[in-house]
């Protein structure tokens, strides 16, 4: 314990250093309020080590893999599972422990949210706030977010390759290493979920009301479906449908089987007879305390009522028309979540896994909400100061009369 407990004043100060350089990017950078989150996640870390200790753990697998292995490091690299024994190998060599690995990769985790948050203030400077709190700051400090990233595992890291890309997509050209880095990161851990955010990077791009040139809508096209052509062996691999010669049918009958394989676990569900609206509905939103697993499973149901309550924010006519005339970025979001969402729902009848999963977009969707919010905010100012210069003109306009 010794070992973390150094590590965690080394992590500390190296944010110090990383927050420092993006202070001078950023003015909207508030120190205070990451070196809080820090201290927050690792609160998550002692909890997840405590649930790793006494339940199966996907960590400990990870931890076994790598700490049986034998043979060369570069025989790791690869996609999903090993990517993961090739990135904690080299800790492992140098000395860490299973407590130590798992501290570090909660700090990887961490710094997703440090990039979601310089992701959302860059793009909406407007203060929002719901249930008497900052919508901000309601987002950054979700519990099962924090729960899902704080371990040895695919989580920390997808969840850092996830909003990497999005902070750096917003400005490429001067982001570039940070783009390519966190494609890399999404595309050796989930090859598939790789495919949504390109696809969701084309259509946005394409379709944003910004003046973009030409030139870099090709770019980003280019770029993002080539590298789709180019890899899709491996994310059809995900499902075994690299040889497929019908996509759809085959799709589906992997998907029933893995359903099905998912469905026979303690806190599995039965989705196959489910509607499409009611599958997104438990992706998203369950569970919801009746249908709860265990105390982490209420926990999560109270989480998941805050997310249905924010999603009704934009069940209104004026959504459709707001979308329409949105920015890049806002479409990009959607397209990533309702795709990556869409797929998944076939595949996941699990609670657990939905819990643990759907970390993966729901901040995509937590984006365009605060967008909506923020924008209709703005909205309503610049009408009252509009009527404001109004009605102060009338009032020049009845002094130089009386005069």
Do not use: C
Request: proline share 3%.
């Amino acid at each position: 314990m010794l070992g973390v407990f150094f590590l965690i004043l080394i992590f500390f100060g190296l944010n110090q250093i990383f927050f420092s350089a993006y202070q001078k990017r950023h003015s909207f950078f508030d120190k205070q309020k990451m070196n809080l989150l820090y201290l927050y996640h690792l609160v998550f870390y002692g909890i997840y080590s405590w649930y790793a200790y006494n339940n199966p753990s996907d960590s400990k697998r990870y931890w076994n893999d790598v700490s049986n292995f034998e043979g060369s490091w570069l025989e790791l690299f690869g996609t999903d599972t090993t990517f993961i024994n090739f990135v904690a190998y080299p800790f492992y060599k140098i000395g860490f422990t299973y407590d130590m690995i798992m501290v570090t990769f909660a700090w990887l985790g961490y710094l997703g949210f440090v990039y979601a948050y310089m992701f959302f203030r860059e793009k909406i400077p407007v203060k929002i706030t719901v249930f008497k709190m900052d919508l901000l700051s309601l987002i950054l400090f979700f519990p099962n977010m924090h729960f899902w990233t704080a371990s040895l595992g695919k989580g920390s890291l997808i969840f850092l390759g996830l909003m990497m890309f999005t902070y750096a997509i917003i400005n490429p050209k001067s982001r570039l290493r940070l783009l390519v880095l966190g494609s890399v990161i999404i595309f050796y851990i989930r090859p598939h979920v790789f495919m949504f955010v390109a696809i969701g990077a084309i259509l946005g791009y394409m379709s944003g009301k910004e003046k973009i040139p030409l030139w870099q809508k090709l770019m980003v096209f280019v770029v993002m479906f080539g590298a789709l052509i180019l890899l899709q062996d491996q994310i059809l691999g995900v499902m075994n449908l690299q040889d497929s010669e019908n996509l759809i049918a085959d799709f589906q009958e992997a998907s029933d089987t893995r359903s099905e394989n998912l469905s026979h676990s303690g806190s599995g569900v039965d989705m196959s007879s489910y509607p499409l609206p009611f599958k997104l509905f438990t992706f998203w939103f369950r569970p919801l305390f009746i249908d709860a697993p265990g105390v982490l499973g209420i926990i999560t149901s109270f989480e998941n009522l805050i997310y249905l309550l924010l999603f009704m924010k934009i069940l209104k006519r004026d959504f459709i028309r707001f979308i329409r005339k949105s920015p890049s970025i806002i479409k990009m979001s959607l397209v990533i979540f309702f795709t990556a969402s869409f797929a998944m729902t076939f595949v996941m009848s699990n609670l657990g896994i939905i819990m643990r999963q759907k970390t993966m977009v729901m901040y995509f969707i937590f984006f365009v909400i605060y967008y909506y919010m923020a924008q209709k905010k703005y909205d309503k100012i610049m009408r009252l100061n509009k009527l404001k210069r109004l009605r102060e003109l009338e009032l020049r306009k009845e002094n130089i009369v009386m005069l």
